[in-house]
């Protein structure tokens, strides 16, 4: 059973960062693409980034220039969220596909005006 569990989320003024860690109960080059999904309330979950097992990334218009993702070499994934906006507030899951598709539990972003 693979668990994801999202860390760094919090309460930030718009202009702010945060980083936002994955961390995996496998090691996550098992995993042939990993991301970052997120939904806001009332809306459906919108994918923001992810990251191949070759680490090619790739990234929604609305974050490009924005958002960075990376991973370490072993147990954990990151987003790097800079010049945050209000319209960023929404919960933010980890994703992994790897034989099975796993989701984190999500980790509250909310950035105020």
């Known amino acids: 059973q693979v668990q994801l569990v999202e860390s760094g989320g919090g309460l930030v003024q718009a202009g702010g960062s945060l980083r936002l860690t994955c961390t995996s109960s496998r090691y996550i080059f098992s995993f042939h693409t990993m991301a970052w999904y997120r939904q806001a309330p009332g809306q459906a979950r919108e994918w923001v980034a992810r990251?191949?097992?070759?680490?090619?990334t790739d990234y929604a218009d609305s974050v490009k220039g924005r958002f960075t993702i990376s991973r370490d070499r072993n147990t954990k994934m990151f987003l790097q969220m800079n010049n945050l906006k209000p319209e960023d507030t929404a919960v933010y899951f980890c994703?992994?596909?790897?034989?099975?598709?796993?989701w984190g539990q999500g980790t509250q972003v909310t950035v105020s005006s």
């Open positions: 990251i191949s097992g070759g680490g090619v």
């Open positions: 994703f992994a596909v790897g034989g099975n598709n796993y």
